[in-house]
């Protein structure tokens, strides 16, 4: 199987791609390094991947149309995994420009590329920021989305996209509303890794709206079988939409009271609510259990453990 992964340099990217090379599979990998966050940390990710021989890594911009039209031709790519993105929700109110080239120009550049291959499947990261602050949970496929942030409103206009593509040109594809991944290799912008980061560096950790955050943590481990069971499974409609994540709303005070136990806790300092965060994210999650069968999540301790293990052995603080 000759599968692509977009920003495979990156934390969801990364993870899958190593998955699948474990599997003997053909990985093509592309990013551009983005400087969003650490590159080291993303050179290093990619590094641990060209260890094996079935990879091969191409740097390219997605908003580069003509370079990704042509290193993608003639590739005999059977499945799309599209994770490549501005990703982060309160740096869209700082650098807007940047979500509408890498979500949504770049998306179209990918979509323009390949709907006239023979593709098995393209499965495209969405987001739980297209449902925005809403008060009806568990948070449902079918309910009315409402982004609040850029980042969210360039998520939807990509499943709307995607719904046009696969309809004019037949394709399968698959839109996933990530909500709150974490783990080994996650990002440095995001709340376990940051805290960890505080932690190690010894430097304050700044706990947004007072900590009243409730997130559907969803452990990188659970998403990636997730994603090896997705690409084997023939869905009902050529376009689906599935939430992922595991269905329990977590305060993400949790996740500092669990390492405080562990680790040197740092300085908190108290900050108001965020322009651009939601408050709460909680999933249902019964739509995509239905797709991959019954699937059981790992505990969110044992997982923030895992993370924990990961971050020291690799002595993270020293990179990102
Ligand atoms: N991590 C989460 O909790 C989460 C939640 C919801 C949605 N998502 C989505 O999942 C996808 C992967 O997220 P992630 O957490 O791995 O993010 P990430 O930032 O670690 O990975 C994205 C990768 O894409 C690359 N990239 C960015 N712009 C590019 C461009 N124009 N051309 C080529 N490469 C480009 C970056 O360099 C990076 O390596 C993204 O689409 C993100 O929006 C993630």
């Not at 995001?190 to 505080?198: P, W």
């Not at 806790?265 to 239905?290: V, Y």
Request: include cysteine; glycine fraction near 4%.
């Amino acid at each position: 199987m000759k599968i692509l992964i977009t920003g495979c340099a990156g934390f969801i990217g990364f993870n899958l791609a190593k998955a699948l090379l474990e599997k003997n599979n053909f990985v093509l990998g592309i990013d551009n390094y983005d400087n969003y966050y650490s590159i080291k940390l993303k050179k290093k990710r990619v590094s641990a991947l060209k260890k094996f021989k079935n990879f091969k890594f191409l740097k390219i911009d997605i908003t580069n149309e003509l370079l990704l039209k042509k290193s993608l031709a003639k590739k005999k790519i059977d499945i799309i995994f599209h994770f490549a993105a501005q990703a982060g929700v309160r740096y869209s109110l700082i650098n807007p420009q940047k979500y509408i080239k890498s979500n949504l120009i770049g998306f179209c550049n990918l979509v323009e590329s390949i709907k006239n291959i023979k593709l098995k499947k393209f499965i495209y990261a969405s987001s739980s920021s297209v449902y925005g602050e809403s008060r009806k949970f568990p948070l449902s496929e079918n309910q009315l989305i409402k982004p609040k942030n850029i980042y969210g409103i360039t998520k939807k206009f990509n499943e709307e996209l995607a719904e046009n593509y696969s309809n004019l040109y037949n394709i399968n594809m698959i839109g996933l509303r990530f909500f709150t991944i974490f783990g080994e290799w996650g990002r440095p912008d995001m709340f376990v890794t940051k805290f960890l980061t505080s932690s190690f560096k010894k430097k304050p950790f700044y706990l947004n709206n007072r900590g009243n955050h409730v997130r559907d943590f969803t452990y990188i481990k659970d998403l990636i079988q997730i994603l090896l069971k997705l690409q084997k499974v023939n869905l009902r409609k050529k376009h689906e939409i599935l939430n992922v994540c595991s269905g329990k709303p977590i305060n993400i005070t949790r996740t500092i009271k669990h390492y405080s136990k562990k680790i040197y806790k740092p300085k908190i300092i108290m900050r108001s609510l965020q322009k651009a965060d939601i408050i709460k994210t909680h999933g249902n999650n019964s739509k995509l259990k239905k797709s991959v069968g019954n699937f059981s999540f790992t505990k969110f301790e044992i997982a923030l453990d895992n993370t924990l293990t990961w971050y020291k052995k690799n002595k993270i603080e020293k990179i990102v």
